[in-house]
Structures are given as C-alpha cells and as structure tokens.
C-alpha cells in the first residue's frame, strides 16, 4: 500500500521534528539519571506524559480517548517502549550520548528486514542502499575501541531489538487507531508499569525546583515526540522512514557536545555525512516511487 505523495512529504517533516524530540528527552535523561533513581525517572516521564494528555485531551474527547479496537497491541506497544526507555537510560549511565543513540539506531535496519514479512511492503534497492549507508555511519561513530563499554553495547543492540519492534507494531497499528489514542495508551501502560518499583528506590527526598523542572519535561518532550512520530508512521510505510531516524544522531551528536561537552572525532563526522547522505536517499526514494 503506497501513501499519496502529500502524505510521505508531512511524514518526513514529522518524523524530523520527532526525532529532535526525542533527541532532548534523551539528553534530559542522561543529565538527571544521574542524580536520581532509574525507575523514579521512568515513572516520572510517563506520569507527566498521562497527566499532559489528561489536561489537553480529556476534556474534549471524554471517553473516546480510551476507544481503541486493539487493547491488546496497544498494550504490548507500551510495554516495549518502557522496555527501550529503561535500556536506554541504563546505558546513558556507561557510555557518551551520540554513542548510545548510534548503537540503539541499528534499529531501523531491523525494521527494513522485518518490513517485508510482517507488513507485506516492498523493499526497494534504494531503501537497503540507504539503510547499509546508515548502517556504515553508525560504524564510524561507535567503531571498537576507545571508551566503548561492552556491556553498554549489549543494552544497547537488546533496545535497538526493542525499539524496532515497537516501530513495526505502530505501522500495524494502521489508520484505524488514532494517533492520540495511541499516544496515550503508551503513557498509561508505561505510567501503570513503572510505578510499582519507585517506593522500592525512592527515599523520599523531593528535586530541586530546576530538576523538577526538568523532570516534569521528560513527559512533555516525550509526549510531542511519540505523537509527532505515531502520526508519521501512519501517513507512510515503515521501511521508508526507517532510515530517516538515523538524522537523530545529528541532534545527539550536538546536544552532547553542548551539554556534556563530548566533542565528536573526526570518524563520528565521517559517520554523520553518510548518515545524512543515507537518510536523504532514503527520502527521495520514499517520495520518486509514492
């Protein structure tokens, strides 16, 4: 099933300003992990992201926002994203930002293989051209050697497992979900979820009004980010933006160098060119062929 040409052209623009998103989720994440517990953060970016949709959606769409045809997947797709959510954060704590985002981006190669088989779409050459491209730059970025942790590696490849699945359950989805909808089924399950382990680690003692700050926009950066990307995953096909979510590692490579002061080497601006060389490729082939 092909998208009308408008259709691919606003999910690209989507799924950028998704990714930026979730490129300053992640950061945020990796700033406050570590300072507080893993499971307050997780409980605390679902909560605010449940509570947000509350306000904004609740009182217009009354109980429809609870209406969805399949409870189950809705479900499972939540539990997977808090899944990569705390992976994610876990490896924050061992390895640099651009690295972890890198590693956790072999994601949308599983997403092109499983594309076929699972969702029925046609994989053209252009699309593995560009997702062998992307597969390259992450190579170049979070090549052997150096500060690269081992077990962070692991964490990493088990969420990028992860992360690909819950891509190909949000295009299974189809149009007869909601974005909304969708949305905020995440943030319940994930909200539900998390919330048994924070007595278990919490102490009591409450965040500074900066850090509470900080903490409260992990649901709203999260939020915006999973709508933003939930509608583009139903406007296009899966394998089309796949490769487009490797431009996430621009943002992280800068919001690295900005917040935590980890300067890219040259290999990780080797990587980043034929990233975006990649991504682009990607694009134009979704749109020649719409």
């Not at 998208?3 to 300053?24: D, E, K, N, Q, R």
């Not at 189950?72 to 997977?80: D, F, Y």
């Not at 394998?239 to 900005?258: C, D, E, I, K, M």
Request: aromatic residues 10%; charged residues 10%; positive net charge.
């Amino acid at each position: 099933m092909n998208a009308a040409p408008h259709s691919s052209g606003t999910a690209v623009l989507l799924m950028m300003c998704a990714l930026l998103c979730f490129s300053v989720l992640d950061a945020s994440f990796k700033y406050l992990v570590a300072e507080y517990p893993l499971p307050v953060l997780v409980w605390a970016r679902y909560t605010t992201h449940t509570l947000f949709m509350l306000a904004i959606f609740a009182p217009r769409m009354g109980s429809q926002l609870l209406r969805t045809g399949r409870l189950r997947m809705q479900i499972t797709r939540g539990l997977i994203l808090v899944a990569v959510t705390a992976l994610n954060s876990l490896a924050f704590r061992m390895m640099p930002l651009a690295e972890v985002t890198a590693l956790v981006f072999l994601s949308p190669v599983f997403v092109t293989l499983l594309a076929g088989p699972l969702l029925g779409e046609r994989v053209r050459a252009a699309k593995w051209v560009a997702c062998a491209l992307g597969f390259a730059g992450v190579l170049c970025i979070a090549r052997p050697g150096g500060s690269i942790v081992p077990l962070g590696v692991l964490i990493c490849l088990v969420s990028a497992l992860f992360l690909a699945a819950y891509q190909i359950i949000t295009r299974m989805l189809g149009p007869g979900e909601t974005a909304v909808t969708t949305l905020f089924y995440t943030a319940l399950t994930g909200s539900l979820v998390s919330l048994p382990a924070v007595p278990l680690v919490w102490d009591g003692q409450l965040p500074d009004p900066r850090h509470a700050m900080l903490i409260a926009s992990l649901g709203l950066w999260g939020g915006i980010g999973h709508f933003l990307f939930t509608r583009a995953y139903m406007l296009a096909p899966a394998s089309s933006l796949a490769p487009l979510a490797y431009v996430q590692l621009v943002w992280a490579t800068l919001l690295g160098w900005l917040v935590f002061d980890h300067l890219p080497d040259r290999w990780s601006v080797v990587g980043g060119i034929v990233i975006a060389c990649g991504g682009l490729l990607a694009a134009l082939s979704a749109r020649s062929h719409d």
